[in-house]
């Protein structure tokens, strides 16, 4: 479980800092606020990776709270993502990648006896 949540972190990382460069570069409509909220998920991605190297329980809290928050983001992503007019698959795969981590910080959180590899 915890290479899943490595790599699902690495994923999140990556994507979304090149999405807020893109957001930078391109300024659409609302970018700042967009930007934003991705450089918040990078944080949350750098935490999570973080915690998997050297685990506490304050850090523990705080990525719960965030993984929970989070999973509501990606449900929230997801159907933005499946409702647009004009179908954006990157935004599909932010949105089930933000979800998939999400879950997986979660159980590696909730349940630290499954970390065994």
């Known amino acids: 479980m915890k ?10 990382l990556l994507s979304y800092s090149w999405f807020i ?3 930078l570069v391109l300024h659409h409509h609302n970018f ?18 973080a915690y998997t190297r050297t685990p506490s329980t304050t850090l ?24 647009q007019t004009h179908f954006e698959g990157y935004l599909l ?8 981590q999400s879950l997986l910080t979660a159980g590696h959180t909730l349940y630290p006896r499954l970390n065994t590899a």
């Open 32 to 49: 700042l606020l967009r930007a934003a909220v991705a450089a918040v998920i990078v944080l949350y991605a750098a935490l999570t990776l």
């Open 60 to 83: 523990r809290d705080i990525l719960t709270v965030a993984a929970l928050t989070a999973i509501w983001l990606g449900l929230f992503g997801l159907l933005i993502a499946l409702r």
């Open 21 to 23: 460069v893109a957001e």
């Open 3 to 12: 290479s899943a949540v490595i790599t699902a972190s690495l994923f999140l």
């Open 93 to 100: 795969l932010f949105a089930l990648g933000l979800l998939v």
